[in-house]
């Protein structure tokens, strides 16, 4: 079901359906990140990997509470674009030989499936966002509310990312 599906015809479908399509995306960022934990060599990156993977557990697991509040089935839709970020991100961390480079390519790896620009905008902020809305117009702030979580962490997150690579791992590569 793409998103403009002849199956979507509704308000509410198109929130369950972008549900599904954050849900998909965030358990491939959960399944990738103890790799990138694994590869890091510098301690605050490795330490970042990990509070990232704690977090988006939790992000999974709210989602969830959303799917059970709105009375839905907790599932996942195929989003090609967060398989296409993370498969390069595999790919790039692959190649880069300089333990010092590669992490300076895991911040960027881990930045690009934060900000996935998808028309010019940030891919999973921008989902996070979207819902919220919706879901305030379809009468949900208890389901608002939840995701405005999930929200705010990307954006911490991001901002930790961020942090790491001006304070250093970006320059030690050069």
């Known amino acids: ?12 479908d198109l929130f369950v359906h972008t549900l599904k399509d954050i849900y998909y ?11 990138m934990v694994e590869k890091a060599t510098d301690q605050g990156l490795k330490q970042g990997f990990q509070s990232h993977l704690a977090e988006t557990k939790g992000h999974i697991q709210r989602l969830e509470q959303v ?24 790919e790039i961390a692959g190649e880069v030989e300089d333990k010092q ?13 934060e900000h996935y620009e998808q ?29 405005e979580q999930n929200l705010k962490e990307e954006k911490a997150a991001d901002q930790k990312l961020t942090g790491l690579a001006e304070r250093g791992i970006n320059a030690k590569a050069a």
């Open 1 to 12: 079901m793409g998103l403009f599906s002849k199956d979507i015809k509704t308000m509410d």
């Open 101 to 113: 480079v590669l992490d300076a390519a895991l911040i960027a790896a881990a930045q690009a499936v």
């Open 119 to 147: 028309a010019v905008e940030h891919y999973e902020m921008t989902r996070y966002g979207t819902l919220i809305a919706w879901a305030k117009q379809l009468g949900r702030p208890d389901c608002a509310s939840v995701l």
């Open 67 to 90: 799917f059970k509040m709105h009375g839905v089935k907790v599932e996942g839709v195929n989003c090609p674009a967060i398989d296409g970020i993370l498969e390069e991100a595999d």
């Open 25 to 35: 995306a965030e358990n491939q960022i959960a399944k990738a990140l103890p790799g």
